[in-house]
């Protein structure tokens, strides 16, 4: 039988690999970077989020620089984007599927541990969420694109990571919180996640009067 | 009565809801984003500056994740800044005041926070300056402005935030400060601030052979 | 006879005011930036890769906010750049080479001052490259530049760096860790930085079916 923490550690660097994966295939697409780049950019996205939530909490040095592993396997998810070139990209089917597995045990992830700092109830939440979307942010940021959590070409992907961390903080007030409500939560991010994506939903825009500047070209450059 | 650290909180508060709703107005005129997205920069406008110079000055978990009602208030601008799309943003006599005052607010609290956790009178000005500044500047980078503070653009923002930290500074080391001294400060700051939007004064810039490149389509667009 | 300490000290605020002078004109090339933002722009530059190792090693207040002679060397730099308009920008043979001083003796100070707090091997070579190249990373992004480490456009330049810290993390390992391993590592670095830019080394790019996007129109901005 398999130890719970043993459980959490895979999944924990499961979801690390994979998002450095993503981030280094998101930055071959959208810079001309060489193979410093293209690794930095995939570890920056697979450990940005959680170094902020650490930094936040005071859990200093954060977790990517205490335990090797974390380190390591992002590097490794960057040098096999670095190897596959644009191909790799090609498949989004599967990126879509493990970013948003990432995303949820991120999200998890993040708001327990933060609670466990003792942060209350709605910081936890939202550092869950900064755990989730912080890496790729700060890579969007590197690259010179607009934050796609931040506007509506992209679908869903805040929103799922805030609800899982409120389901994480609710089962932990409700002194209901383990394995099974953290699966529970990692579950609900992956499905509304995975329906956005699915059927396109996009959280609702600003009414405004005429269209606004610097995010267009690029709307228009990754639209389909 | 009213005491003064229930004043100083009032101040504070009506700071954080200003510099919410001011970052999320600018968010909606700068990019195509959807409603996490002017939230997100709202929040990020108004909590940010404090949370670099908690950050810096070792104050962990930063004040806007320890008291609740801070990260209230700025979501609540943010909400403001949703609800009503462009059309608040076009009332830019009263942004511009209220935007001074948060300005002058944060600038005189940053560095009477700095100077509580031991740090000398040079970084502690500067700290004033980047709690008054910084959110504003992440919420540029992640919209991809060049921030309003570097350039010549913008009237003077950085300076009247100086000023004032540097008044807190100078009467704290001279054992005169409390809230006469803070309240002169923060003057300073805003009628500074004030007289160069009125008059539209600018810091000098640097001499050059030729124009430079990436800011000037941005100014282009941004100029009146 | 010199101390050791002293010497050190001299090297770290030489490299601080190289770091700040070049990223000054940096910024005055590259933005339209007034003198708040040639100076902060220096002064980010020069102690931006430090601090960020600062807080994520538990160093706070960072050096550069405790010890005064850091912000005002920093300071300085700025200023001259400022004074010194474009024409200092053009004596490029002079800036490549105490800017690749300033990359060698920050990644070997700062690896040395990472294993100092405790961190392991691998962290504490990435941290090395971290404090060489950070502040000119985030001056990048305040600029709106691709950094300029990640791109295959520049040559070699975060490589060094970690060369350097590797291998002052490996004498310290060896416990043969003291001034003759420490400057042969800057030496290491600043050899192979200066050779990469006689030569034109460049890092590998990954394979790709159609050029990049966004980088593009500021390479061709940047290409002799």
Redesign the interface.
Known sequence: MVHESTLLLVLDLTGTFVFALNGALT????????????V??GVITAIGGG?IRD????A???A???D?RY??VAMGGGLV??GS??RLGKVTGIITILDAAGLSMFAVTGATKALS?G??A??AV??GAVTAVGGG?IRD???????S?????GTL???PALVAAGIAVAASSAHVYGLPAALGAVAACFGIRMLAVRYHV???????????????S??A?TAP
Chains 1, 2, 3 share one sequence.
């Open positions: 930055a071959i697409e959208a810079a001309r970077v060489d193979v410093v780049g293209v930095t950019l170094t930094l936040l909490i005071g200093v040095p954060p990517a620089f205490q090797w380190l390591a984007a670095f070139g644009q700092f942060l209350g709605m910081p939202i550092l942010t940021v590197l690259v010179r694109r607009v934050p959590v931040l506007h509506s070409e992907y805040a929103i996009t959280a609702p825009v600003p009414r405004r009067g005429q269209p606004a500047g610097p995010a267009d690029q709307s450059g």
